[in-house]
């Protein structure tokens, strides 16, 4: 099939592109705001996106709380999301009332970060405390304001659990982190399914 990605006509019962980009890793974001409210919701538009510094951006659709916080005290924390952790993130996704704590209503607890004022989820085993360096509204090619919002921040600290470094590495793997795929769908990183490969040193 083939289809005009600007007119959308696919034809299907869904969007098949995040379905197509995918798995993705989710950045399960904690922003405090000027008042000292706290937000903690999953991103599936979340990436590191470049290194020395390190530099990571989540992406949301309409300006929501997380945005708008990290705008307000230009911080926030980014949790790694774990098999184990799969229902807790999930119900932070809930439209809950502002003030509401997404923490309490997941059963989650938090922890001081060292770096940045928003904590770190206590369960989660690693995060990167992160400062903004800049929110983007993102445009259309014809330059039409879209109501996607594009943050980027550098990664000031990073806590990882012990638990999880051998032999001077992370055993992504061993941690189970789990990504989103279309529709409802998610997948999870095992030590099973991991495989290595050695890039090429000369063609």
């Known amino acids: 099939m083939f289809y005009d990605a600007v007119a959308n006509d696919h034809g299907l019962r869904h969007n098949p592109i995040k379905a197509l980009i995918g798995p993705r ?19 599936s538009f979340f990436n590191m996106v470049g290194e020395n510094p ?5 992406s949301s659709t309409g300006y929501k709380d997380a945005v708008a916080f990290v705008d307000e005290t230009k911080e926030f924390v980014c949790n ?14 809930a439209p809950l009332p502002r003030g509401e704590s997404e923490v309490a209503h997941a ?39 879209m109501d996607q919002y594009l943050v980027l921040g550098q990664v ?10 051998s032999d001077g590495m992370v055993d992504t793997a061993a941690m189970r982190p789990i990504m989103r795929g279309g529709y409802h ?15 090429p040193t000369k063609a």
Request: with cysteine; charged share 20%; aromatic share 10%.
């Open 25 to 43: 890793p989710i950045g399960w974001i904690t922003a405090l705001s000027a008042k000292g409210e706290l937000n903690l919701s999953p991103y």
């Open 54 to 58: 390190t530099i990571v951006a989540f």
């Open 80 to 93: 790694l999301v774990t098999w184990d952790l799969r229902e807790h993130m999930n119900l932070t996704a």
């Open 107 to 145: 059963g989650l607890t938090t922890i001081p970060s060292r770096f940045v004022k928003p904590p770190r989820v206590a369960e989660a085993p690693a995060a990167l405390e992160c400062r903004l360096l800049q929110t983007i509204r993102l445009e259309t090619v014809e330059g039409a304001a």
């Open 156 to 165: 000031m600290g990073i806590f990882i659990d012990d638990r999880f470094v």
């Open 185 to 199: 769908d998610y997948f999870v990183a095992t030590p099973e399914t991991k495989f290595s490969m050695t890039r």
